[in-house]
């Protein structure tokens, strides 16, 4: 008995050394993949985009007639991208004060700072160039890597950014200081073993030119192809689902949106677009987390936008899920 309970003791010492080992481990390889540096490329844009010179003319606007058109168009369409189609409120609050992507004990405290240009905000004295590091490369200021998911925002066209900008910018500022992100001990386990990659290091490329402006706004498969580049983190490039990359462990795998029969082979526009707007499949069920936070951004999208989405995701060949 005395041998037996030694024994268990021995183990039990054993496994705490392991998990001790493992979690040091852990924490200085998470530590280490954070403190990496990335480098990219120098883009300048205008904020807002000035109007085509053309329809100015036409129009008989004056040089600064012509600017305030320009700005209060570029802020019309920020307000659409940052609520519908970029969902930068989602993770930053609706007044871009701050507000929270994942805050759990395990995982860790990823909260969305202030990115207004008031006390406690990251972006004053942000130019064209930072906005396109953060938010499409996922570096910050500093050349380490950032916990956004810039990889759905990679495709974003320097309009659409510059509109962003624009529309942050229209907004009052906010006084606030958020907490940077702190990882929890899964979170760590997750960082280190590769399973969460930050975005910098996903993306890869940092010099490729980005594209000027956002393909036409209308049903065609090209602007269906730039809305799914929101969808692709989730459900992959190919759009055909599987476990979420570097998703919280208690997600459902993302569904299979490509024709195939583990996918949306039955489904009519008519069904996809009814489910994007009301978070309910055509048969009743009702989307899990994290897609039934997702639809609160997909049910505002306009006729235009959820037709030209279908209308690229039929051109997608089938594929089984996860294929
Ligand atoms: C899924 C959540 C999420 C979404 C969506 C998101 N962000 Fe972020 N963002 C974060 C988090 C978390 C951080 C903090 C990153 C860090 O410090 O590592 C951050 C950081 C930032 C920063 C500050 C970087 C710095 O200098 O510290 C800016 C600016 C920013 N985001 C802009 C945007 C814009 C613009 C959008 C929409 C196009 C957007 N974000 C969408 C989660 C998100
Ligand atoms: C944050 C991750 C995430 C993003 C981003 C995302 N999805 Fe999903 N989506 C999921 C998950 C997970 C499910 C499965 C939900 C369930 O099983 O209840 C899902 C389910 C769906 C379904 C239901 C299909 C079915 O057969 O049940 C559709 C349609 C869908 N997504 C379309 C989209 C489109 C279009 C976009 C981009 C505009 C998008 N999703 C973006 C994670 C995501």
New binding site residues.
Partial sequence: MKTLLKILGALLLLLALVGAGGYAWAKMKSDAVMAQTFDAHTVDFPVPFPLDEAEATAEGLTPQQAGEVAMSRAVERGDHL?HTR???V???GSDFGGGV?IDDPMIGH????N?TAGAGG??SG?GPAD?DR??RHGI??DGHP????SED?RLMSDQELSD?IAY?RSRPTVDDTVP??APGPLGRVLIATGQIRVSADVIGDHFSAHLAEPPTSEVSEAFGQHLAGVCTGCHNARLSGGPVPGGDPSWPPAANLTAHQEGLAAWTFEDFAATLRSGRRPDGTELRDPMSGVVQFTGRMTDVELEALWTYIRTVPPLPTGG
């Fill in positions: 940052v970029y969902v930068c989602a993770c930053h992507m990823f909260l969305g700072p990115i990251r972006t942000f906005w953060i938010v910050k200021p950032a916990v956004m998911p925002f962003i942050i940077p992100p």
